[in-house]
Antibody, heavy 121, light 110 residues
Framework: QVQLVQSGAEVKKPGASVKVSCKVSGYTLTELSMHWVRQAPGKGLEWMGGFDPEDGETIYAQKFQGRVTMTEDTSTDTAYMELSSLRSEDTAVYYC??????????????WGQGTLVTVSS | QSVLTQPPSVSGAPGQRVTISCTGSSSNIGAGYDVHWYQQLPGTAPKLLIYGNSNRPSGVPDRFSGSKSGTSASLAITGLQAEDEADYYCQSYDSSLRKVFGGGTKLTVL
């Protein structure tokens, strides 16, 4: 059973960066395809990007290109998502989630508990 | 504006059957890509409910079922229970945007 434990809530000022971590247990990070999804207050789910094992690279949603960086530390089985140039619209709960299945049919099977990032001056 | 369209809300009395639709286009559901469904209870992370259009992960009651036809998919819940009150999201692949979600549907058990 995969368990994903995320870092705690963050409060950031506009223009700053935030880095959220996601610690894996039950499996090693190399056995998984980790992605990130966010949810603004009272809004729906929005995919941000993640590792595509078929391409062997990290892919990002067009909306976040140039502003998000997703990395992995396989020595500690921890995934990271860093979002820069924060603005108020980035206030959201950020989830890490593992992806299962082949590329076009893949789905999110395990989710972290979420990390609230608040952007406020 | 979500790429996949869901009704904002549905409701039903305990024991009843409700369905939630998810409408896409020729670049996602209509292109043959699978649809998956998630349940999000208040204040919690989403949970996988249906994958590959109609498959239930272990532990999901058979009261939940999914189907897909053309550019749409549906989630059906029979024998509605109070604990089913949650937000439900569909998800698929889009040829331009890759992974996409529906806007979500709030289910109220009357």
């Amino acid at each position: 059973q995969v368990q994903l434990v995320q870092s705690g809530a963050e409060v950031k000022k506009p223009g700053a960066s935030v880095k959220v971590s996601c610690k894996v247990s039950g499996y090693t990070l190399t056995e998984l395809s980790m992605h990130w999804v966010r949810q603004a207050p009272g809004k729906g789910l929005e995919w941000m990007g993640g590792f595509d094992p078929e391409d062997g690279e990290t892919i990002y949603a067009q909306k976040f290109q140039g502003r998000v960086t997703m990395t992995e530390d396989t020595s500690t089985d921890t995934a990271y998502m860093e979002l820069s140039s924060l603005r108020s619209e980035d206030t959201a709960v950020y989830y890490c989630a593992t992806v299962q299945g082949y590329s076009y049919g893949s789905y999110f099977d395990y989710w972290g508990q979420g990390t609230l990032v608040t952007v406020s001056s | 504006q979500s790429v996949l369209t869901q009704p904002p809300s549905v409701s039903g009395a305990p024991g009843q059957r409700v369905t939630i639709s998810c409408t896409g286009s020729s670049s996602n559901i209509g292109a043959g890509y699978d649809v998956h469904w998630y349940q999000q209870l208040p204040g919690t992370a989403p949970k996988l409910l249906i994958y590959g259009n109609s498959n239930r992960p272990s532990g999901v009651p058979d009261r939940f079922s999914g189907s897909k036809s053309g550019t749409s998919a549906s989630l059906a819940i029979t024998g509605l229970q109070a604990e089913d009150e949650a937000d439900y999201y569909c998800q698929s692949y889009d040829s331009s945007l890759r992974k996409v979600f529906g806007g979500g549907t709030k289910l109220t058990v009357l």
